[in-house]
Nanobody, 121 residues
Framework: QVQLVESGGGLVPAGISLTLSCAAS?????MAWFRQTPGKEREFVAS????????AYADAVKGRFTISRDNDKNSLYLQMNSLKPEDTAIYYC?????????????????WGQGTQVTVSS
């Protein structure tokens, strides 16, 4: 059983950068960030392989967000640049059952409680 705890969310103006962190209680394989806004389904943001060598991004954040990890610290990060109001959501980190990153939520066995990011215009 792996426990995940996100941090780093907050209320920020548009255009600013913010970094989210996710601390895992133990070793994890592939990981990802998802986000959800009220009334909408949770959506994929970015994923990363165990080694960090393979990453993938949703089109909406490609070029602005960067996912990374530090396996020595059992930590996952999401660097978010040029934030837009439409990035407002609860951001969740997730740990997959396997080594290959995927945008499919069903492949993720462990989830954090989420951290709120609000971007004002």
């Amino acid at each position: 059983q792996v426990q995940l705890v996100e941090s780093g969310g907050g209320l920020v103006p548009a255009g600013i950068s913010l970094t989210l962190s996710c601390a895992a209680s133990g070793r994890t394989l592939a990981m990802a960030w998802f986000r959800q806004t009220p009334g909408k389904e949770r959506e994929f943001v970015a994923s990363i392989s165990w080694s960090g060598g393979t990453t993938a991004y949703a089109d909406a954040v490609k070029g602005r967000f960067t996912i990374s990890r530090d396996n020595d610290k059992n930590s996952l990060y999401l660097q978010m640049n040029s934030l837009k109001p439409e990035d407002t959501a609860i951001y969740y980190c997730a740990a997959a059952r396997g080594v290959n990153p995927t945008a499919n939520q069903r492949e993720y066995a462990y989830w954090g409680q989420g951290t709120q990011v609000t971007v004002s215009s």
